[in-house]
């Protein structure tokens, strides 16, 4: 299928909207009417047709604006892409992969032509043709992690595994939930989590870094994270807090439905096969209250999770001041019917909300 | 579905190298390519023995970039469980087989400035790769390789006429020894160690480079341990509610396996830590093969590794 891809901004006038196809197939992150942390990882091997999880790497509406705002970020700030100089081979394999995978399962948005080390690389949202010798860095106009992350949707780090632990040792981060890849280079797995509350006690990250260290080529994992955004900004990061800490305190009850967001995380991890480095893509989805409120479903669900989730985790994810309004406004959407298991929307199955 | 991903392949070359060592190659059944790895990488053979499955991990030695084909050599070992005998004397040219995904618990660290190579015997091969992945990219390594006598030396001509001023033979039989004292002295600040090899060996390089006040990131080793005979014994397998028979020559992982079970696994040498079991209850006594349990965890009772341990007594129930 082919795509049509949005005209939109993430920053200053807003002009981000989702279609009727991305509200329905937005990663709604809570199986449940509750949320805890907890070591929600699985297999990453496809998914439901058309969802975000049925290809390696999901190209959606916003590809080519958010490709857009990434570029502004970086001119900016080039600090938003690091690469410790151990990391290039890592780098190189970041390229392939993500060149594979996108030529295979997007064959008429992407091309990747392969002759030896000469490789032909056609991007055509972006409209660009370049050719270049694998492996060799003086052949590309970045280094090979920027070069093709400034080309994929969502943030990238990559780890390097050594020592029974995984180090933040490179990274493009521009689209990220207020954390800094500046701050955070060359921390390894606990270091780099200090700040969350609750899951350390639970041992959460132990066993967490278990599995991340045995993930094996051709297998790649993945998992949801979410956390709630005023506005539609890709950029929540702390350098730039002073421009949108305070858009927080911008909402009302008439305008929260258009500018409160969710924000989910559609993070993926795969092995790397020349480096034995991991790759951590952190994919950034945005929608709407107003937007979610379409599905029956979401709404009874989201005003529950919301209302029960432990102040820490409110805290922690910036909404505590905001919690009131937003339940003011979600509690519209709860008519206390049972809600179905899992994250699909069920809007065949699901009862239109009573009133 | 336990362990990495798997790979259909044909046996492409036997190539036998001395009275113990014999080297694979393998191609892809489908003849498509294979994945690139990263230098220190094992595969794990599948080898079917009748009604035995045998599942036995070998460093992948060929040129980690060469996707056409892997190669690895086995050593023959008569004491052993037979995984190394069938493949000397049961596969031949054209045989199907299945494979794992390269899996890397031996990686290089590509921090290092230096890369010293230190091997015994048939520990050699994941250097092979390792050195093949290195001066590509114009790494900076050397090698130290001891064998057993000159007929025993797999792979030293190769080594001695493509890199001589990177290897340095020792023959145990010509009492020639490698003088490990000095050489860490001598080596530059930024400089990793690899060992791979027999435990003695591997033991004595981490205590000297402790000794000489090395940094224990900066040592690395790989020591396959291949899971040993033993006593038979019965284990409860509480959750999947069986009681299953542990013969003198499997594993306890085969065992479950064989039962049924599916259990977890990668490396099945007692080294990623993939298979760590609860016990649940025992009387009796545990012999811990493995290099992942810590000393505190082994005299516990609470964890075993079923890839290489064993166990000797009346009751052993397991959270399995
Ligand atoms: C190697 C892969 C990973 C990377 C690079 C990574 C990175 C991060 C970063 C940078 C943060 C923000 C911390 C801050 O406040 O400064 C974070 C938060 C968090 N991470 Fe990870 N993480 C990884 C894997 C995981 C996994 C596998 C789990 C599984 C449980 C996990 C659980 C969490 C949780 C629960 C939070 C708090 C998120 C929130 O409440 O919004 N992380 N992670
Ligand atoms: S399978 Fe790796 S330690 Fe047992």
């Known amino acids: 299928m082919t795509i049509q891809f949005?005209?939109?901004?993430?920053?200053?006038?807003?002009?981000?909207?989702?279609?009727?196809?991305?509200?329905?197939?937005?990663?709604?992150?809570?199986?449940?009417?509750?949320?805890?942390?907890?070591?929600?990882?699985e297999q990453h091997r496809g998914g439901p047709k058309d969802s975000v999880y049925e290809k390696?790497?999901?190209?959606?509406?916003?590809?080519v604006s958010e490709m857009r705002d990434r570029a502004m970020v970086l001119a900016d700030d080039p600090l938003r892409c690091q690469s410790l100089p151990h990391m290039t081979l890592a780098g190189w394999d970041l390229l392939e992969l993500i060149m594979v995978s996108k030529s295979e399962d997007y064959p008429d948005l992407f091309e990747l032509h392969r002759d030896g080390n000469k490789w032909r690389w056609i991007n055509k949202p972006l409209g660009i043709d370049d050719s270049f010798v694998?492996?060799?860095?003086?052949?590309?106009?970045?280094?090979?992690?920027?070069?093709?992350?400034?080309?994929?949707?969502?943030?990238?780090?990559?780890?390097?595994?050594?020592?029974?632990n995984l180090w933040m040792d490179a990274g493009m981060v521009t689209t990220q939930a207020d954390w800094s890849l500046d701050f955070d280079i060359g921390m390894n797995f606990f270091e780099w989590h200090a700040p969350v509350p609750l899951a350390h006690e639970k041992g959460i990250f132990v066993r967490a870094l278990k599995f991340l260290l045995n993930i094996q080529q051709g297998a790649p994992a993945r998992r949801l994270n979410w956390t709630m955004t005023v506005?539609?900004?890709?950029?929540?990061?702390?350098e730039n807090y002073h421009k949108w800490g305070i858009q927080k305190t911008t909402l009302t009850p008439e305008n929260i439905g258009a500018?409160?967001?969710?924000?989910?995380?559609?993070?993926?991890?795969?092995?790397?096969?020349?480096?034995?480095?991991?790759?951590?893509?952190?994919?950034?989805?945005?929608c709407s209250f107003q937007d979610l409120m379409t599905v029956p479903k979401w709404g009874r669900r989201l005003h529950r999770v919301v209302r029960d989730l432990p102040d820490e985790l409110a805290t922690y994810k910036g909404f505590i001041d905001n919690r009131p309004m937003m339940l003011d406004y979600l509690k519209n959407f709860d008519d206390g019917l049972p809600t179905s298991a899992g994250i699909w929307p069920d809007l065949?199955?699901?009862?239109?909300?009573?009133? | 579905m336990s362990g990495a991903e798997k790979i259909a392949v044909?046996?492409?070359?036997?190539?036998?190298?001395?009275?113990?060592?014999?080297?694979?190659?393998?191609?892809?059944?489908?003849?498509?390519?294979?994945?690139?790895?990263?230098?220190?990488?094992?595969?794990?053979?599948?080898?079917?023995?009748?009604?035995?499955?045998?599942?036995?991990?070998?460093?992948?030695?060929s040129d980690p970039m060469d996707q056409s084909r892997y190669c690895i050599s086995v050593r023959r070992d008569d004491e052993g469980r037979g995984g190394s005998v069938f493949m000397h004397t049961r596969v031949k040219v054209g045989d199907e087989m299945v494979i794992s995904y390269p899996v890397n618990l031996f990686s290089l660290d590509l921090r290092a400035?230096?890369?010293?190579?230190?091997?015994?015997?048939?520990?050699?091969?994941?250097?092979?790769?390792?050195?093949?992945?290195?001066?590509?990219?114009?790494?900076?390594?050397?090698?130290?390789?001891?064998?057993?006598?000159?007929?025993?030396?797999?792979?030293?001509?190769?080594?001695?006429?493509?890199?001589?001023?990177?290897t340095h033979i020792y023959y145990d039989d010509k009492k020639q020894m490698i003088d490990l004292v000095n050489l860490l002295e001598g080596q530059p600040l930024g400089t990793h160690v690899y060992v791979c090899g027999p435990k003695g060996m591997i033991d004595w390089v981490r205590k000297t480079a402790t000794n000489e006040g090395w940094p224990r990131e900066a040592v690395h080793y790989e020591e396959f341990l291949a899971p040993q005979p033993g006593k038979p014994f019965e284990v409860k397998l509480a959750v999947s509610n069986k009681v299953i028979q542990v013969g003198e020559h499997e594993s306890l992982l085969e065992a479950i396996e064989r039962a049924g079970v599916d259990a977890p696994y990668l490396c099945r040498g007692g080294a990623c830590g993939q298979c760590e079991t609860n016990v649940i209850d025992y009387a009796g006594n545990f012999i811990h093969r493995d290099h992942w349990l810590d000393d505190d965890e082994h005299a516990g009772g609470q964890k075993i590794m079923p890839c290489v341990s064993r166990f000797e007594g009346k009751t052993l129930v397991l959270d399995r």
């Open chain 1, 6 to 41: 949005n005209d939109e901004t993430f920053r200053d006038d807003y002009s981000f909207y989702n279609s009727e196809r991305a509200i329905k197939r937005f990663p709604f992150p809570f199986h449940e009417d509750s949320y805890m942390y907890s070591v929600n990882m």
């Open chain 1, 56 to 63: 390696r790497f999901d190209v959606d509406e916003h590809y």
């Open chain 1, 134 to 164: 694998f492996l060799d860095e003086a052949t590309l106009p970045y280094g090979p992690m920027e070069y093709i992350t400034r080309q994929a949707q969502g943030d990238f780090c990559v780890l390097d595994q050594r020592d029974d």
């Open chain 1, 231 to 238: 506005n539609p900004l890709l950029d929540t990061s702390p």
């Open chain 1, 259 to 286: 500018k409160q967001h969710l924000r989910v995380e559609l993070q993926t991890f795969f092995r790397l096969p020349r480096s034995n480095a991991l790759v951590f893509p952190i994919r950034c989805y945005l």
């Open chain 1, 348 to 355: 065949e199955t699901e009862p239109a909300l009573e009133t």
């Open chain 2, 10 to 61: 044909t046996v492409t070359d036997v190539v036998p190298l001395n009275d113990l060592v014999t080297r694979f190659e393998f191609k892809r059944a489908d003849n498509g390519l294979l994945p690139t790895f990263s230098g220190g990488a094992h595969t794990v053979v599948e080898m079917r023995d009748g009604d035995i499955t045998r599942l036995n991990p070998y460093s992948l030695m």
């Open chain 2, 113 to 166: 400035k230096k890369h010293l190579f230190l091997a015994g015997g048939i520990g050699i091969t994941p250097f092979l790769a390792q050195t093949k992945q290195l001066e590509r990219f114009n790494g900076n390594w050397e090698l130290h390789y001891a064998c057993r006598t000159e007929s025993l030396g797999s792979y030293v001509d190769e080594l001695t006429s493509h890199h001589p001023n990177e």
